[in-house]
C-alpha cells in the first residue's frame, strides 16, 4: 500500500475520518486494502523453508485423482492438481491460492460486519482481526484444507446471516451449495452446521429450518458430495475406519485437554485477536443490537464445545472465529463511539498489532529456523504441540517443523539406492512406513532417478503396491529390527535425523533377500491410523 493509502487505513482504524466518506474511504475499501496487505504478506514468505509434508502428499494425491481418500475429501487433491497444471509445484504457485483465499476471508469477514450494521470503524477491526490470528497467518501460508475451511464456514454463516436479516429465504440455496463443496474440502463442516442450526433453533430465525429454500439448497449440496459419497459407499467409509484405528492403536493420539487448558490454549492461539471474538461473545449474548443476531453466538459456543467433548485438537475450532470477530468489532465500534471514548481505539489497535508482531514468527517464517529457535527462548513462548508423537522432538510449530527433513530423507535414501551395482537397482523397492518420508521420496526422487515409493499407510494403501519386485527393499521409517528378521540379509544404509519437527529418526534399511511377496501381504501390512 501507498503511504497515502497506510496513513488512511490507520486514521479510520482510530476513527479519525468521520463517517462522510468516497468509495477510496469507504468501509469496503478499507478492508480491501487490509486484505491486500494479508495477501502480500503471505506471498512474501511462501517461498521460505520447504514443503510442508502434507502438502507433498497432496501432490501425490493429485496424481491419483479420485473421489476420495481415506483420510480426506478430495477437493484438495483437485485444487493441487488444477494449480499444478496452471503454474507448476514450486512453493509460490501451491501457496498462492491459500493466500488468495486468506484476502477472501478478510473481505468476507468485513462484509459480514457490515451486514451486522457495523461502521466503517467495525469493518475495519474485524479485517484487523482476521490479519492478527496466529492460526490464520499459518493456515493461509500453506496448501491445505485448513486454509479453505475457514472460508467455507464462514460463507456458510453470512448467507444464513444475509437470508435472516433480508427475510429472503431463497439465499438459503446457497447455503446448501457451500456445505456441499465444504463437505468435499474436510468434513468437519457438519459440526458448524449443526451448531448453526442448533442456534437458529434457539432464536425466532428456527422458521428458516423449515423452509423449502433450504430443502432445496441441501439438495443442490447432496448432488455436489455425491460422488464423493459414492466413493465412500464403496470402500466402506475408510476415514471411520481410520478414526477407529486411532483410537484402538492408542487411546490418546493426540494431546487430550481438560477443558480449561483447551480454552487457555485457545486464547494463545488466538493470539490478540481473542480481545475481537471474547468482545463477540457479550456483542451477541449481551448487547441489544447483538440479540438479533444470537443464533450465530450459539453457534460459536456450540462448536467450541463440540470439539472439547471430541477432544479435538486445539486448532480445530479456528474456522469459527470469523463471525465471533464481526460481532466483536462492532460492539467495540459501539462502545467506542462517544468522542471521549474514541482516544481508547488507538491503544486498541496498537496492543493488538503489536501482539501480532510477537508472535507472527512463531506461526509463519519470518526468520531463519535458527533465529526462530533463539527468539522464542528469548521471549519464553512456544507454540503448544498437536500429537503425543511430536512432543519429544517438536521446537517449531507444527505447520513450521513440518518443512524440514524430507528433501534430506530423499537425498539419504539415494545415497543407498546408488551405492547398489547397476544390475541390481533395476529391481529395487522403496517402501515408506508412513506417508511422509513416502510423498517426499516421490517429489523429490525425480532429481534422484529414484522409483516411485509405496506405503501402505493411508491413501497409498489403495494406490497398492505396483510392480513392486521384492528381492531388494529399501525400508524408511523402521527400526533395524523390525525389519531384519524378514530379510536374509539386512544393513542399516544409513541413519535419518530432523532437529525441528516431526518425528523421522529412523535408520533406512537395506533389505536383501526380502522373505515374502508384496502382493500377498498387502492387506496384512495394512496401517491406517
Not at 480 to 494: N, V
Request: proline share 6%; net charge positive; with cysteine.
Amino acid at each position: 500500500m501507498s503511504t497515502s493509502v497506510s496513513d488512511t487505513v490507520l486514521e479510520v482504524l482510530q476513527g479519525k475520518v468521520d463517517e462522510r466518506t468516497n468509495r477510496w474511504t469507504s468501509g469496503p475499501a478499507i478492508v480491501l486494502y487490509l486484505a491486500t496487505f494479508k495477501l502480500l504478506v503471505h506471498v512474501l514468505v511462501a517461498s521460505r523453508y520447504s514443503y510442508f509434508a502434507d502438502e507433498l502428499y497432496f501432490i501425490a494425491c493429485s496424481e491419483h485423482l479420485d473421489w476420495g481418500y481415506v483420510d480426506h475429501p478430495p477437493l484438495i487433491a483437485f485444487v493441487t492438481k488444477a494449480v499444478r497444471l496452471l503454474s507448476g509445484d514450486s512453493l509460490l504457485s501451491l501457496r498462492f491460492l491459500p493466500a488468495i483465499a486468506g484476502a477472501a476471508l478478510v473481505c468476507l469477514t468485513g462484509a459480514m460486519t457490515r451486514t451486522l450494521g457495523g461502521g466503517r470503524f467495525a469493518q475495519s477491526m474485524a479485517a484487523l482481526g482476521v490479519i492478527a490470528l496466529p492460526l490464520y497467518l499459518s493456515f493461509h501460508y500453506i496448501l491445505s484444507m485448513n486454509a479453505f475451511e475457514p472460508l467455507f464456514w464462514t460463507g456458510l454463516a453470512y448467507v444464513v446471516l444475509l437470508a435472516a436479516k433480508r427475510n429472503n429465504p431463497r439465499l438459503l440455496l446457497w447455503a446448501g451449495v457451500i456445505l456441499g463443496f465444504g463437505l468435499l474440502n474436510k468434513y468437519s463442516i457438519l459440526l458448524f452446521a449443526f451448531a448453526l442450526c442448533l442456534g437458529l433453533l434457539f432464536t425466532p430465525y428456527r422458521k428458516l429450518l423449515a423452509n423449502r429454500w433450504l430443502r432445496i439448497g441441501l439438495g443442490c449440496g447432496f448432488l455436489i458430495v455425491a460422488p464423493h459419497l459414492n466413493w465412500l459407499i464403496l470402500h466402506v467409509f475408510p476415514f471411520l475406519e481410520w478414526q477407529r484405528n486411532l483410537q484402538n492403536a492408542n487411546p490418546n493420539p493426540h494431546i487430550e485437554l481438560s477443558p480449561p487448558v483447551f480454552m487457555l490454549q485457545q486464547l494463545f492461539l488466538t493470539g490478540t485477536a481473542s480481545l475481537l471474538w471474547l468482545a463477540g461473545l457479550v456483542f451477541y449474548f449481551v448487547t441489544q443490537k447483538g440479540k438479533t443476531y444470537r443464533f450465530l453466538g450459539w453457534a460459536f459456543v456450540i462448536t467450541m464445545l463440540e470439539f472439547i467433548a471430541m477432544h479435538g485438537k486445539n486448532y480445530y475450532p479456528s474456522p469459527v472465529y470469523a463471525i465471533a470477530i464481526a460481532g466483536g468489532a462492532v460492539a467495540l465500534e459501539q462502545w467506542t463511539s462517544e468522542v471521549r471514548w474514541k482516544r481508547f481505539r488507538a491503544p486498541l489497535i496498537a496492543v493488538i498489532i503489536a501482539g501480532t508482531a510477537v508472535m507472527a514468527p512463531m506461526f509463519i517464517p519470518i526468520l531463519p529456523v535458527d533465529s526462530l529457535l533463539s527468539y522464542q527462548k528469548a521471549i519464553g513462548m512456544h507454540p503448544p504441540p498437536q500429537d503425543t508423537a511430536m512432543l519429544a522432538a517438536a521446537p517449531l510449530w507444527t505447520f513450521l517443523g513440518g518443512q524440514f527433513g524430507w528433501e534430506s530423507v530423499t537425498a539419504k535414501v539415494a545415497d543407498v539406492y546408488n551405492n547398489l551395482p547397476v544390475e541390481e537397482r533395476s529391481h529395487v523397492t522403496i517402501f515408506a512406513r508412513t506417508y511422509p518420508p513416502a510423498a517426499a521420496i516421490d517429489f523429490y526422487g525425480k532429481q534422484y532417478g529414484l522409483p516411485k515409493a509405496i506405503s501402505t499407510h493411508l491413501g497409498y494403501y489403495l494406490w497398492g503396491p505396483r510392480d513392486s519386485k521384492s528381492g531388494t527393499v529399501i525400508f524408511v521409517g523402521y527400526s533395524f529390527e523390525a525389519i531384519a528378521p524378514i530379510c536374509r540379509q539386512a544393513e542399516i544404509g544409513a541413519q535419518i535425523y530432523s532437529p525441528y519437527g516431526w518425528d523421522i529418526n529412523h535408520p533406512i534399511v537395506l533389505c536383501r533377500g526380502f522373505v515374502g511377496n508384496f502382493q500377498d501381504l498387502w492387506s496384512l501390512w495394512k496401517l491406517w491410523y
